[in-house]
């Protein structure tokens, strides 16, 4: 054979084995037209708990199983990315024993495999208790008692275990948590608080250390998640959740709704709906250009009330929220556990803290200006100067300087 017809061949085979790699979406080769690869398998555990076996019926909660349900149904759309049902554990009310949602987690990390994305929700009661010589904090299953929460509920611990060990697989975890924790404050009806713990999302926080998740929380640590009756059913952070998937978030480049849309609008949405009582928290390494949703597909009939309050439905449309119409701040490179602040003419505004350098930090809705960055780990203080316009701005810390 000549060398002319070998090296034919030779490039032939090449040719082949690439396109074929392509086709199948090998790890490191370009798959789409963003040279990501495709997300895998979808898989969700949803859980929502109104009823309590062992807590008073006062103590009981009004639309958590509704959460979970309208969230379920989401994902179940073709809008949600058409979640199949053998791949969905929903539990509501009697069927959220601790049994259950356990096997249900068991469920997903055992299926799910690698590039998969899962998706953890639950509503419902939180607690913070006593238990040996420190504090321990808790998810509250149907059956749980209690004077024997480390027994009969979901401890953080373990929660922490499935996100950030046991799921370690999955290239994206989605992790929601609309539960409730400290706060002093009785709302008048017909705004109801879940709970009064303390200090919940200090243990939510540290859950999300590996690249690839989202955690998002009810609230900051001083305050409490609320239910509105005016809201469809919902509580307020699920109901803005849900707005925000179907639409509201959407930053209209091209019918998506990604995350930082759903960030952006919750952070938005929350406060105003219940006074400024409770502003939500999140933590993430997640994938910011993966979508949530799909405006452009069939959604769920979740039939979600608009705001109430003319003042309130003035100023959730279109006129005057504008995804980039404020600045936004996104840190990285924070050393592990380090606290973020930033300071202006004397206010301060907590950033959060970071779980790992690899964390990104957000902090939306900020006023163009200049501003202190403050990074706090163990008494030692550093600080940098950092000019915002309106847009998204990215700091590093361990460069010491924006980065685009």
């Not at 948590?177 to 109801?192: E, K, V």
């Not at 400024?276 to 999140?282: E, G, L, S, T, V």
């Amino acid at each position: 054979m000549s060398s002319s017809k070998l090296w034919v061949q030779v490039l032939l085979s090449i040719w082949l084995l690439v396109g074929t790699s392509l086709a199948q979406g090998v790890p490191g080769l370009r798959s789409g037209p963003d040279g990501r690869e495709p997300p895998g398998e979808r898989w969700a555990v949803v859980v929502g708990v109104s009823e309590y076996k062992h807590l008073p019926r006062k103590s009981w909660l009004n639309s958590c199983h509704q959460d979970a349900r309208a969230f379920a149904e989401f994902l179940l759309s073709p809008r949600g990315g058409a979640l199949p049902e053998q791949n969905l554990k929903l539990l509501l009310n009697q069927e959220a024993t601790a049994r259950n949602i356990r096997v249900a987690l068991d469920f997903a990390i055992t299926e799910s495999k690698p590039g998969d994305v899962v998706y953890l929700f639950y509503a419902g009661h939180g607690k913070v208790k006593r238990y040996g010589s420190g504090d321990a904090a808790y998810l509250m299953a149907y059956d749980s008692e209690p004077e024997y929460l480390n027994a009969t509920a979901i401890p953080m611990d373990e929660i922490h275990r499935y996100v950030d060990v046991h799921l370690g697989r999955a290239s994206q975890v989605v992790m929601i948590t609309d539960a409730c924790h400290a706060g002093a404050i009785q709302p008048a009806s017909p705004i109801t608080a879940r709970g009064s713990t303390r200090s919940l999302s200090e243990y939510l926080e540290n859950i999300g250390e590996r690249e690839g998740v989202l955690n998002l929380m009810a609230c900051r640590r001083d305050e409490v998640a609320y239910e509105d009756a005016r809201l469809g059913g919902h509580g307020v952070l699920t109901y803005s959740l849900l707005r925000a998937l179907n639409g509201e978030g959407n930053s209209t480049r091209d019918g998506k709704v990604r995350i930082q849309d759903v960030l952006e609008y919750v952070s938005f949405l929350v406060p105003r709906l219940t006074n400024q009582r409770q502003h939500p928290r999140y933590t993430t390494n997640y994938t910011d250009e993966f979508p949530l949703a799909d405006l452009q597909k069939d959604g769920p009939e979740l039939n979600l009330p608009e705001p109430p309050g003319h003042k309130l439905q003035a100023t959730t449309g279109n006129s005057l929220y504008q995804r980039g119409s404020r600045a936004t701040l996104k840190v990285v490179g924070a050393q592990r556990m380090a606290e973020l602040y930033l300071v202006r003419e004397g206010e301060q505004r907590t950033i959060g803290r970071a779980l790992s350098p690899s964390n990104v930090l957000v902090t939306e809705g900020l006023l163009p200006g200049d501003y202190t960055l403050v990074h706090l780990l163990q008494g030692v203080e550093q600080s940098w100067e950092v000019s915002l316009e309106r847009g998204s701005v990215t700091f590093d810390i361990e460069k010491g300087r924006v980065v685009r």
